[in-house]
């Protein structure tokens, strides 16, 4: 087991995003966490990656306590541990493909040559070193997300976290990302939590959490270890 | 074919005529084909053949309309039965799925149609898995990522529906 995390609950003033979820992940395992929205997933990935900080529980990286973590530490842990892939791609608009992809890397010290010779070698993976010199507005939302991917993956992360990653693309472009993500992350043996709303997006994932107002949904399926009580919420 | 476990389904909480029986069919499944007099007698004939329902009673001498069915124990037994199974998952078979959930909501409590849709609900996630697999495995021929494709859009239809019917299901607890 990689990852876990047990009893989080986590608010933003009234609105309890998180009531109490546990789950686990294996090394090398793809988990899908799905739910309607609302349900609390983005929060759950936030807060597994160190991006917030829940009020209760536990995030337990290997032998790590995350959320014990200061602020420098979860962003150590971010920059070497983790990688993120979010909807829309973030790329820094004024860099180039390569540019991007090489980020990374250059901010953890790598040396510029040994970044780029990093970044073409991820862009021609993901079939998409043709646009190396591109920048992300010239090329279509599939590729961006397949360039971001790159950026995410080009660290080798152990855990990688993908909140909704082609939710804004068609099915085809879609499925592109989302072969090379499984792909990818299978021949690295790296943990993929992907957070969807879409049954055809989980189907690539081992395992699915389905989450429902803040808690592990007890009729979902996957593990619903022992996240607190359901408490009859209508909906 | 679910035609005979929605007639069993109609006759659980008590004997009907056929006519009555063919009206609500007609009334619960409103998108299903409205049933043929004619098929509702060849069903009735085959489930009394088969000891899962008898003649109930016969108002004066007449035709078949005049006489009520009723559910035996055996039938009783295999409505039970049908409710329980699950569907292969396989494209088209929503309007089984449907069947399935309307009867067992006017047979059984809403317990059982939620354990119903959750069991369904998990076979049809496992099936949508398994098709992507082999969607995504580099040899697949482009033949088979079609029908795989064509399947997984109409499992991904089935699974919202059975979802939203979940969330129905569950939405008013309690009340019954
Ligand atoms: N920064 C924030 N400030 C205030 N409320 C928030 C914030 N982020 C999330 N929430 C609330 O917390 C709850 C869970 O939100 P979250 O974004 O985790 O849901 P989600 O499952 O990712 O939804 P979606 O599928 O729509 O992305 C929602 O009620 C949301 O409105
Ligand atoms: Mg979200």
Redesign the interface.
Known sequence: MILQCRGLVRSYGPTQALRGVAMAVDEGEILAVTGPSGCGKSTLLHCLAGITRPDAGEVIYRDQRVDLLSEAGRARLRRTEFGVLFQFGQLVAELTAAENVALPLLLAGTGRREARTAALSWLDRLGVADLAEKRPGEVSGGQQQRVALGRALVTEPRVLYADEPTGALDTLAGEQV??HM??LAREQRTTVVLVTHD??V????DR?LALRDGVADP?G?GLNASAGRHA?S?? | MSTSHVLLGLLASGPRHGYDLKRAHDERLPRARPLAFGQVYTTLGRLERDGLVRAAAQERAGGPDRTAYEITQPGRAELVAWLGAVEPPAPYVTSTLLAKVVVALMVADRAHAREYLIAQRAAHTARLRELTARKTDPGAALGAVIAADFAIAHLDADLRWLQTTLDRVGATNGEQ
Request: glycine share 12%; no cysteine; net charge positive.
């Open positions: 989302l072969g499984v792909r049954a055809r989980a189907a690539y994932a699915e009729t399926l009859g209508a909906r």
